[in-house]
C-alpha cells in the first residue's frame, strides 16, 4: 500500500477529547468497555483509564467471523479475543477506531456472543467513515468523514501513547 496524496486532516487527540466526552455520557456504572483490535482497543484502553472505570476493558477480535477470512487469512494470536468479565448479562459499550462497511462490527458481534449473551451493546467509534453495506450505525462517532473507497483511514498510537491518523490507497 502506499501513501495516499488525501488533503484531508484528522486531529486524532481532539477526536479522542470529543469521544471521551460522548462516551462519558452513555456509561453507566454496569457499563464494560470492549475494543475491537486493533485501533479500538487502544482506544478502550484509555477510556478505561481516563473515566476510571473499574471493570477492566476488553479486547475483542473480528479474525475467527470476518467474511473475507479466505482472502485476508488467519492473522496472528497476538490479537486474541481477551474479556476480563462475564459476558452473559454485560452492557457493553464496545469501542472501535474506524467504521466503514460494517463488516468488522459483524463480525465482532459473532465473536461476541460467542462468549454469552449481553443484556446490551452500544457502538462508538472515533471516526465514521460512511459507505456502510450492513445496517450498522453508532450510538456515538468523533466525527463523521467521506473518503472514495480507494482509501483507507486508520488509528496510530505513538510510543508516548497519543493517537494519529494514517491514510492509505488500498
Do not use: C
Not at 475483542?60 to 462475564?86: C, Q, Y
Not at 454469552?116 to 453495506?133: F, H
Not at 472514495?148 to 494519529?164: N, T, W
Amino acid at each position: 500500500m502506499s501513501t495516499s496524496p488525501h488533503t484531508l486532516h484528522l486531529n486524532a487527540e481532539a477526536l479522542y477529547a470529543n469521544l471521551l466526552t460522548g462516551v462519558r455520557r452513555l456509561v453507566t456504572p454496569e457499563t464494560v468497555l470492549v475494543g475491537v483490535w486493533s485501533g479500538g482497543a487502544w482506544l478502550a484502553e484509555r477510556l478505561n483509564a481516563d473515566l476510571g472505570l473499574k471493570t477492566p476493558h476488553g479486547v475483542i477480535s473480528s479474525a475467527l467471523h470476518r467474511d473475507d477470512f479466505g482472502s485476508r487469512g488467519m492473522v496472528s494470536s497476538k490479537d486474541a479475543t481477551h474479556l476480563p468479565f462475564e459476558v452473559d448479562g454485560a452492557h457493553i459499550l464496545l469501542i472501535d477506531d474506524v467504521i466503514y462497511t460494517g463488516r468488522t462490527t459483524r463480525a465482532v458481534l459473532n465473536e461476541l456472543f460467542d462468549f454469552g449473551r449481553p443484556a446490551s451493546v452500544t457502538l462508538a467509534v472515533l471516526v465514521d467513515r460512511g459507505g456502510r453495506q450492513l445496517p450498522f450505525e453508532p450510538a456515538l462517532s468523533a466525527a463523521r468523514i467521506t473518503l472514495p473507497s480507494e482509501e483507507r483511514v486508520a488509528l496510530g498510537r505513538a510510543d508516548d501513547g497519543r493517537f494519529q491518523f494514517h491514510f492509505e490507497r488500498v
